[in-house]
């Protein structure tokens, strides 16, 4: 059979749980704050978007590495061949922006 409590013990006891709750209601206080919430949902929002950038980071480096390496034979000389109708399309690309914003002012 368990010990009977002093009225101490359960005055003690009282207190300890009284200020258990009150320490758990000021963290779902801190935790429901609209300046807590909003911050850790721009957390989250800023780590998804790191990982976004990230990621196309990552894969607009490999398109770019295997274009220049494309670009060029194995000894490190470019090859011209590959080169010139690149250019050649790069230029043609510029123009047709050039003509595409003169027209759209004048």
């Known amino acids: 059979m368990p010990e009977a409590r002093t009225p101490a013990q359960i005055e ?20 429901m704050h609209p300046k807590t919430i909003m911050g850790d949902a721009k957390a989250r929002v800023a ?7 990230g990621r196309a980071f990552a894969k607009v480096n490999g398109i770019v590495t295997d274009l220049r390496d494309g670009l060029r034979h194995d000894d490190g000389t470019p090859r011209i061949e ?25």
């Not at 003690?12 to 935790?31: H, K, N, P, S, Y």
């Not at 780590?47 to 950038?53: E, G, L, P, R, W």
């Not at 590959?82 to 004048?106: E, F, Q």
């Open 47 to 53: 780590s998804t978007v790191d990982q976004t950038a």
């Open 12 to 31: 003690a006891d009282i207190v300890r749980r009284r200020e258990q709750l009150a320490e758990t209601l000021d963290e779902i206080g801190v935790r």
């Open 82 to 106: 590959r080169i010139v109708p690149v250019a050649l399309v790069a230029v043609g690309l510029v123009g047709l922006l050039v003509v595409s914003a003169r027209r759209k002012r004048g």
